[in-house]
């Protein structure tokens, strides 16, 4: 790679790179960042995908380059298609299919707090695949966990990750036509931050260490974020990754009804209908700053019984399912009549183990229910595979910054050894969670695998969990000894590593293992302090051995997103955070 | 006549105040709390108290009742903590979605029901009262989950001849084939119970007394059954088909759910998962109203049938 490199045209691109960048691309250049890792973490700092591609030209041969341009455009594809930027193949679609007149999604019912899609408490997926068609935030994260401009086309950090300069697309604007400026970035933000909003995002932001009053206007096209502490990932908590953070009017006062308020937005599309009870219908936005949507209306309707929403998929009366899981959709894996979009994402299920008290503070207990478990088996059983083993740390395999995966091992006489010397004669425990998806069913296979070890487990799956058996929020709530919790997509491990697992003065609001462990909280502040790669693997290296070793949390798999689009459906792009973009989807 | 209604109106309202109470009080037992209901599991304990305090959730219950009560006698059901809109701007669809299903079942099974009761009744002992018999209790048992996903898939995904459900939305034309297969299904789970009241009743009364008089004192076949057979053997029928005309309109969870129907089954049930009390009491409400509605009409329609019911009322 290095036998072909272009000095000038890398020094050229240098000159237009502050210090973290330029330290990205020494990594690249000297071999200790692959390309997918390079990709990933150019974009954070505020490298365009075509930077990107020219630097890998740079640095390679021409073969080589040939080759990393195809695969930087096979990374970024769905990039492209949602940043309504410069992709002239999307052109062409428009052209050609301007006649398409309605594509229908399948999705859940929003949750209450998404019941009127209000952007400050939208809190699921199902809102959010409506929203993904309407709003826009200032840059998306991808599939592939890189970053991509959207309303911004540039960010970078100063020196050390603590201020980062965002500049915006002056081509953007709002379906009234009015331009995106500073003003309605900073007042969004605002919005989302201040405590009194009971904004969704404020957990987000917190460990992206953004508080009130930290966000500027330098110009109308330039915003500035001053943060409490450098954040290496902060690009991310304004990304599609915080799926509150779509960008409104600086003139908007109140979101609340946002769904049928026609607040401006930036998006493809513009809700034409909602009912909070059947679905919504979305009409192009005729003022769209991007490549006008070739499909002339969106339908959603809500279907939240799995079976219900294939039977209407599969007998033609919806072209797209923005998700299915594999239990109770195996019919739909191998339908010809089915494009299965499949992403590897960091959605996964925690079970937390008390460390403060109970017959789990002993930690030797705590390691042999972790090696008890046959994690390969629970993904074969539970997801026919398509899902990946996780290791009791966040730093899944498909975080760049994981490294090399600290392995949690399976051996049961291991794990009976460790229960001999704490607790030969086992105990009794109640394991508690939320019934929904797999969830009960991975409680079984902890009961069976906690059996072996002279553990009975009683598993009261609950509608209070959340309320009542996941954290003790005060002394009233009782929390539990061991509970499973649901944990969606996001692009960085940060929050995961932050609000289950640090200690609750230091921002573990989520932390039902009441996990206080001075060493981890300074690991992973050094971890969200780091800009570059390699100290953040050098970071999440010790944090993965704490944590095997500690097992505050099993984190036994993290499964894949699957959506099934109709085989004459094109350019529907999802995302595993629950995104459904529509703005070039095609019917023939 | 009049003090007969004047009563069962009174234990009518008396019951609804019952009901009301009841189901307030269940709903705010229930665990957990309304605001992490909204706001979700990761949202901010902070936040979930400013909610719970923005909703008036945190003062006794008798006096939120009593509020509740209060308003709802003034015609106001108050704002779905949902969807912070009036209930009343979703309770009228849903319940017009579920009477619509409801009379589209009626229309199909009380006609076969009847029917096909007075059919076996006639060829007692026979084959064919065998089969009816058979298959009326045979479609009853077998829980509505399995009728639907069979009419789904010969009829939605085999044939593509109607959608597997839907909203009851757009056209007339739309409407009516989106309410088939659900209306089936459920017209197959009562098919049995009609007509076995039919049956019986139809048998009771071709060997009452007063039958064979009619049929000694001259009259025609057509004139006996329609005037002394049907009208006395419809009377249980009757009292079945009212007590299931509620199960109809809000207990019909399962039909809704496999189908996709928005209706009010669907709609108490999301309130009841979402701790959304003021659309879960107004629904409870309606469906408790229309209840009572059946059965006054049901007991009404008896007594015209039946004068012995009506001078036991009087008196």
């Known amino acids: 790679m290095s036998s072909k490199r272009d000095p000038r045209q890398l020094d050229a691109i240098r000159r237009s790179q502050g210090e973290i960048g330029?330290?990205?691309?020494?990594?690249?250049?000297a071999g200790r960042l692959t390309r997918r890792a390079f990709l990933v973490r150019g974009t954070i700092v505020g490298m365009s995908v075509p930077t990107i591609g020219a630097l890998i030209a740079a640095c390679?041969?021409?073969?080589?380059?040939?080759?990393?341009?195809?695969?930087?455009?096979?990374?970024?594809?769905?990039?492209?298609?949602?940043?309504?930027?410069?992709?002239?193949?999307?052109?062409?679609?428009?052209?050609?299919?301007?006649?398409?007149?309605?594509?229908?999604?399948?999705?859940?019912?929003?949750?209450?707090?998404?019941?009127?899609?209000?952007?400050?408490?939208?809190?699921?997926?199902?809102?959010?695949?409506?929203?993904?068609?309407?709003?826009?935030?200032?840059?998306?994260?991808?599939?592939?966990?890189?970053?991509?401009?959207?309303?911004?086309?540039?960010?970078?950090?100063?020196?050390?990750?603590?201020?980062?300069?965002?500049?915006?697309?002056?081509?953007?604007?709002f379906n009234d036509g009015t331009p995106v400026t500073a003003a309605d970035v900073v007042a969004t933000m605002e919005r989302l931050v201040d405590p009194d909003n009971n904004s969704n995002a404020l957990s987000a932001f917190e460990v992206g260490r953004l508080s009130p009053g930290g966000i500027t206007a330098v110009d109308d096209n330039t915003v500035l974020f001053r943060l409490d502490g450098p954040m290496g990932n902060f690009p991310y908590i304004v990304s599609s990754d915080n799926y509150n953070s779509f960008v409104l009017p600086a003139s908007v006062t109140d979101t609340s009804a946002f769904a049928t308020a026609n607040i401006p937005t930036t998006g493809a599309y513009m809700i034409e209908s909602y009912d909070g009870v059947k679905g919504a219908t979305l009409v192009r936005n005729p003022n769209y700053w991007g490549p006008a949507a070739p499909i002339e209306k969106i339908e959603f309707q809500f279907i939240d019984d799995l079976a219900a929403q294939i039977t209407a998929f599969t007998s033609g009366e919806l072209d797209v399912m923005s998700q299915f899981s594999v239990s109770g959709g195996e019919s739909l894996l191998d339908n010809p009549d089915v494009n299965v979009i499949e992403h590897p994402s960091t959605a996964h299920r925690?079970?937390?183990?008390?460390?403060?008290?109970?017959?789990?503070?002993?930690?030797?207990?705590?390691?042999?229910?972790?090696?008890?478990?046959?994690?390969?088996?629970?993904?074969?059983?539970?997801?026919?595979?398509?899902?990946?083993?996780?290791?009791?740390?966040?730093?899944?395999?498909?975080?760049?910054s994981t490294g090399t995966p600290v392995k949690q091992e399976y051996n049961l006489d291991k794990a009976k050894a460790l229960m001999a010397e704490a607790a030969p004669d086992g105990f009794d425990t109640t394991l508690y969670g939320f019934g929904t998806q797999e969830i009960p069913d991975l409680a079984v296979i902890v009961q069976n695998a906690a059996r072996e070890l002279g553990i009975n487990i009683t598993i009261e799956m609950r509608d209070d969990y959340y309320d009542n058996y996941w954290v003790s929020w005060d002394e009233s709530v009782p929390g539990s000894d061991i509970g499973i919790t649901d944990y969606g997509h996001r692009g960085v491990p940060d929050v995961f590593l932050a609000a289950p697992l640090k200690s609750a003065d230091k921002g573990g609001v989520w932390n039902g293992a009441e996990f206080a462990n001075p060493t981890y909280d300074a690991l992973v502040d050094e971890y969200s302090a780091s800009t570059d790669l390699q100290s953040q693997q050098a970071a999440s290296a010790k944090i993965q051995t704490l944590l095997v070793d500690e097992v505050p949390i099993i984190f036994p798999y993290n499964y894949n997103y699957l959506s099934a689009v109709k085989t004459n459906i094109s350019g529907v792009v999802t995302g595993a955070m629950g995104y459904v973009y529509t703005d070039q989807a095609a019917k023939s | 006549m009049t003090r007969y209604l004047i009563r069962r109106l009174g234990l009518a309202v008396i019951t609804l105040v019952l009901l009301s109470m009841v189901v307030f009080l269940v709903?705010?037992?229930?665990?957990?709390?309304?605001?992490?209901?909204?706001?979700?599991?990761?949202?901010?304990?902070?936040?979930?108290?400013?909610?719970?305090?923005?909703?008036?959730?945190?003062?006794?219950?008798?006096?939120?009742?009593?509020?509740?009560?209060?308003?709802?006698?003034?015609?106001?059901?108050?704002?779905?903590?949902k969807f912070r809109a009036p209930v009343m701007d979703f309770l009228p669809g849903a319940f017009v979605a579920s009477l619509k299903l409801a009379l589209a079942t009626l229309v199909i099974v009380i006609p076969l029901g009847i029917i096909g009761?007075?059919?076996?009744?006639?060829?007692?002992?026979?084959?064919?009262?065998?089969?009816?018999?058979?298959?009326?209790?045979?479609?009853?048992?077998?829980?509505?989950?399995?009728?639907?996903?069979?009419?789904?898939?010969?009829?939605?995904?085999?044939?593509?001849?109607?959608?597997?459900?839907?909203?009851?939305?757009?056209?007339?034309?739309?409407?009516?084939?989106?309410?088939?297969?659900?209306?089936?299904?459920?017209?197959?789970?009562?098919f049995g119970y009609i007509a076995r009241m039919a049956r019986a009743g139809t048998i009771n009364a071709l060997a009452a007394d007063y039958t064979r008089t009619a049929t000694l004192k001259g009259l025609t076949w057509l004139q006996v059954m329609r005037r002394h057979v049907l009208r006395n053997a419809m009377l249980p029928t009757i009292a079945v088909i009212a007590s299931q005309m509620s199960y109809l309109l809000g207990g019909l969870l399962v039909t809704e759910t496999m189908f996709n129907y928005k209706g009010l089954g669907l709609l108490i049930a999301k309130a009841a998962e979402d701790r959304d009390v003021p659309m879960l009491m107004a629904s409870v409400f309606v469906v408790g109203v229309f209840s009572m509605i059946m059965t006054l009409l049901a007991d009404l329609l008896t007594a015209w049938l039946n004068p012995r019911v009506r001078l036991e009322g009087a008196e």
């Open chain 2, 117 to 190: 009761g007075a059919i076996a009744a006639f060829r007692k002992g026979r084959p064919t009262d065998r089969i009816i018999t058979i298959v009326g209790l045979t479609l009853a048992v077998t829980p509505e989950f399995v009728v639907g996903i069979v009419l789904i898939l010969v009829f939605a995904v085999r044939l593509k001849w109607l959608p597997p459900g839907g909203s009851g939305d757009g056209t007339i034309g739309e409407q009516l084939k989106a309410i088939v297969l659900p209306a089936l299904t459920l017209s197959a789970i009562l």
């Open chain 2, 27 to 81: 709903a705010s037992v229930l665990p957990g709390s309304v605001g992490r209901a909204i706001l979700g599991p990761f949202a901010e304990q902070q936040s979930v108290d400013n909610l719970n305090e923005e909703l008036g959730l945190n003062g006794p219950v008798h006096i939120r009742y009593l509020r509740w009560a209060g308003d709802a006698f003034r015609g106001d059901f108050g704002e779905s903590y």
């Open chain 1, 22 to 29: 330029n330290h990205v691309i020494d990594e690249y250049a």
């Open chain 1, 350 to 400: 925690q079970i937390h183990l008390r460390t403060s008290k109970g017959p789990f503070a002993d930690k030797r207990v705590r390691q042999a229910l972790a090696m008890a478990m046959d994690r390969g088996a629970i993904i074969d059983g539970l997801f026919s595979g398509k899902a990946n083993i996780a290791n009791d740390s966040p730093f899944f395999d498909v975080f760049p």
């Open chain 1, 60 to 173: 390679g041969s021409s073969d080589d380059a040939g080759q990393d341009a195809t695969a930087v455009d096979e990374d970024t594809g769905n990039t492209e298609d949602t940043s309504g930027g410069e992709d002239t193949s999307s052109e062409e679609d428009t052209g050609s299919t301007a006649a398409a007149a309605l594509l229908v999604i399948g999705s859940g019912t929003p949750s209450a707090a998404s019941a009127n899609l209000d952007p400050v408490l939208i809190n699921d997926q199902n809102g959010l695949t409506i929203l993904s068609s309407v709003g826009q935030t200032l840059l998306t994260s991808n599939p592939d966990l890189s970053l991509s401009p959207l309303l911004a086309t540039e960010w970078s950090p100063n020196a050390d990750g603590s201020e980062w300069t965002f500049k915006l697309n002056p081509a953007a604007t």
